[in-house]
């Protein structure tokens, strides 16, 4: 982040959303944490990524609301297929068949409309050739698969591109759609959260958790005693089995 358009629209968030169609509340339950929690990044000079979009809730009101100085850029990333929740639905419960047109029927009301970028693709091709482009952001939001391994797997990645500063949003760390908590999106998050302690600080909503980037605050020490060197397994411990077959 560097300069600031200092004007009155960067600090009152556009309330008008009557222009869109959105078939989904999910984004409008959030919205006003976004409102508050987004206050001093409106008027910066903001390099957005935005990993799922589903139909352009979210990418709209940041293109109205983050987007406003005339440097910033957003770069939006979804296959427009839906994610593995929205599978088998044989009567288009959520409308995948006309997903990807209401995204471009609702971000092209946006007046920063030009200033996006959107990678038709996974996020696990995206974020690789982002990385490998050298690709760096300042406010990052992940809301694609709510699988735990695919949700893991871009934090990591998405983590290894935010700056020093940048903020970085996970959606659904309430949402329990599985009843095996392996594949839920709150295992992941809370798994990154302990790995990456040293570097971040979290305030967690009622929906979803927001992760500041800041400099390393918890310095790594070596372990004196080589007899404490390998974690003690607790006492019935198993691993869990899963059968595989070999041929």
């Known amino acids: ?136 952001f300042d406010f990052v939001y992940i809301d694609a698969s709510h699988v735990a391994l695919d949700v893991l797997h871009d934090a990591v990645l998405c983590w290894r591109m935010l700056d020093m500063g940048g903020t970085l949003v996970f959606d659904d760390f309430a949402w329990k759609g599985y009843n095996e908590d392996c594949y839920n999106p709150r295992v992941a998050i809370l798994s990154f959260l302990l790995c990456a302690a040293p570097e971040l600080q979290a305030k967690e909503t009622e929906l979803q958790l927001w992760v500041t980037k800041v400099p390393n605050h918890i310095s790594a020490t070596k372990n004196p005693d080589p007899a404490i060197l390998y974690w003690d397994k607790p006492e019935g411990f198993k691993l869990p089995v899963v059968p595989v077959k070999i041929s």
């Open 1 to 136: 982040m560097s300069s600031t358009v200092d004007v009155l629209s960067t600090t009152t968030p556009s309330q008008d959303r009557s222009r869109f169609s959105f078939q989904q509340p999910w984004f409008e339950a959030t919205r006003p944490d976004w409102e508050e929690l987004t206050r001093s990044l409106r008027g910066q000079q903001l390099r957005v990524l935005e990993v799922g979009a589903f139909e352009g809730a979210s990418t709209t009101w940041i293109l109205d609301n983050l987007l406003i100085h005339p440097k910033s850029t957003m770069t939006v990333i979804d296959t427009f297929a839906g994610g593995m929740e929205h599978q088998g639905d044989v009567n288009d419960t959520y409308g995948l068949t006309s997903l990807k047109s209401r995204f471009w029927s609702n971000v092209s009301q946006c007046k920063h409309v030009s200033k996006l970028n959107v990678m038709e693709m996974t996020s696990d091709e995206a974020l690789i050739t982002l990385r490998k482009e050298g690709a760096r």
